[in-house]
C-alpha cells in the first residue's frame, strides 16, 4: 500500500456553530477543506495551499485537532489523515478549483457531522481537542 498524508482545515464561526465545508466532486460529498499533501510540503504548507484553492482564502493554521488513519484498499492507499484547527486571515469565499470542488458554505456542525462519520465522536470533541504541531526542519 501506498503512504498518504491529508490534511484538513476545521474552520468554524465565531459562535462554533458553523464549519467550512467543501462539496467535492470526485467523491460527490461533502468534507471539510484539504487536501493531499505533495512531495516537498509540510503539512502546513499543503492546508495553506489546499484551503485558498477550495475556498479562495487564507488561514492561519493552528494545532492539530485530530490525526485519523485508514487502510483504502479500494485505492492501495495507508492514508494519514491530520485536521487542523485554522481561523480565516483574508481572501474572499470563492472557489478557486472548480474542477475538484463544486461548492463551499458554512454548515451547521449537527449537518456536516453526518457527512464526517469517521469522527465517531462528532466534530465538538475537535474544537477542544489541540495537540502541539512542530516542524524540525
Known sequence: MKRVDVVYA???DDAHEKILM???NRHHNWSMPGGGVEKGETLKQALIRE???ETGLTVDIGSIASINEAFMK???NHA???TFHAKIAGGK???QDTVGI???KWMRIQEAEQWM???KNGIKPLLESSSLYIFQG
Open 10 to 12: 476545521l474552520i468554524t
Open 22 to 24: 467543501v462539496q467535492n
Open 51 to 53: 484551503t485558498w484553492e
Open 74 to 76: 479500494k485505492d492501495g
Open 80 to 82: 494519514l489523515f491530520f
Open 93 to 95: 469565499l470563492d472557489v
Open 102 to 104: 463544486a461548492e463551499v
Open 117 to 119: 462519520p469517521y469522527h
